[in-house]
């Protein structure tokens, strides 16, 4: 019998503080997430003081709740993951210093994990065939990433936006059609409503690198387009808006992702991170992959937002390659996919 290693988990990147306990870096245990969305939505998007207060209330339940959960206790756990970048400084520190205390007290190793390699690596959890080498798009709030996944831990960015975050877009866009926070679902509710052809918002191609992206340029459209309907006395369909735009997003995703898919020779692609939570987004892809003959995967919804299972799979994979942070282990609020 092949030895189990469990790893306990701790994500406070941003708005959700969460823990889990995943064995043998592929089966969740537990996952447990309290999400402040509600508190936040009443300004509009994150508050950074905020979610640090509200994580320091709730880190300790929820890291109970995850042992609990997962039929454990802490004296059977391996290491202790978590995440130390990127993120909001003040909230990646609560986790940093929870994982720091947990690890101390107990004796445990201590293994920081990328925000993004744990997007990344929520892949693994539903794909037990799923291995490196693949291709991964990683669309979040703060992030929009092409990732060639050489092995795991081993990652070479082939693209990344030069403005706006796909996510960050989603939530743009819904707060000036008036949705509010946060505006992926949002957006996606409201464009079952509407036509995805209605108004042509523009593609954007970044000149010198075909895997680039660019999306402050169809957010500007489509408040031009609001202005413009606004200063000619014209009422505007807020759901052939939201249709028209996620259409326009999807369509620049699946397409560089696509050229990358045929460029590297891929026979594997994944999507990750809160946007590819998007049943349309999902939908093109799907599609996309099947017309150039790759396996298509993806996360469960559940695994795709903010969770630490995907730090804990992340984790046990750097656990295993022998990765071991020191009591100094510091919240980087930007640190770099591949850097330590
Ligand atoms: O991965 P995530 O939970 O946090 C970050 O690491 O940023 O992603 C959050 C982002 C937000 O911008 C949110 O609006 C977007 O993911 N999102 C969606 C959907 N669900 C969440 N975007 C489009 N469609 C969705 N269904
Ligand atoms: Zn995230």
New binding site residues.
């Given amino acids: 019998m092949t030895e189990e290693i469990k790893i306990l988990a701790i994500e406070s ?2 708005d959700e503080t969460a823990a889990s306990v995943v064995r043998n870096g592929r089966e969740v245990l537990s996952n447990v997430i309290s999400s402040q969305i509600a508190l936040h939505t009443l300004y509009g998007g994150v508050v950074p003081e905020i979610a640090s207060r509200k994580h320091i209330e709730r880190i300790n339940q929820v890291i109970e709740e995850a042992l609990k959960e997962a039929d454990t206790s802490l004296s059977e756990i391996d290491a202790i993951a978590v995440t130390y970048g990127p993120g909001l400084v003040g909230a990646l520190l609560v986790g940093v210093a929870q994982a720091k205390a947990l690890a101390y007290g107990a004796g445990k190793p201590l293994v920081g994990v990328h ?1 993004i390699e744990g ?1 990344i690596s929520a892949n693994y959890i539903e794909n037990p065939e799923l291995e490196p080498p693949f291709l991964c798009l990683v669309v ?4 929009t990433h092409l990732v060639n996944v050489l092995d795991y831990g081993k990652y070479e960015i082939l693209g990344r936006t030069r403005d706006d975050a796909a ?2 877009a ?2 743009k866009v819904a707060r000036a059609i008036g949705l509010g926070y ?4 949002k ?2 509710k409201k464009a079952k409503e509407g036509n995805p052809f209605a108004i042509p918002f523009p593609r954007a191609k970044v000149a010198d690198n075909v895997y680039d992206f660019s999306f402050s340029g169809l957010k500007s459209a489509v408040l031009n387009y609001i202005n413009a309907c606004k200063m000619k006395g014209e009422t505007y369909s807020e759901a052939d808006i939201a249709a028209s735009f996620q259409q326009a997003v999807s369509d620049v995703l699946v397409e560089h992702a696509m050229e990358a898919v045929r460029e590297q020779k891929a026979t594997k692609f994944a999507i990750a ?3 590819a ?2 049943q349309t987004l999902r939908s093109a892809f799907e599609k996309a992959c099947e017309k150039e003959g790759v396996q298509f995967y993806h996360p469960s919804p559940i695994f ?3 969770n630490a299972a995907m730090i804990g799979v992340a984790g046990y994979y750097e656990y295993m390659a022998g990765t071991r942070s020191g009591l100094d282990l510091n919240a980087i609020p930007n640190l770099k996919l591949g850097e330590r």
């Fill in positions: 990147s941003c925000h997007h979040s709030g703060g992030h996510g960050e989603f939530d946060p505006g992926g679902p957006i996606e991170g809160g946007v939570s998007n795709c937002t903010d």
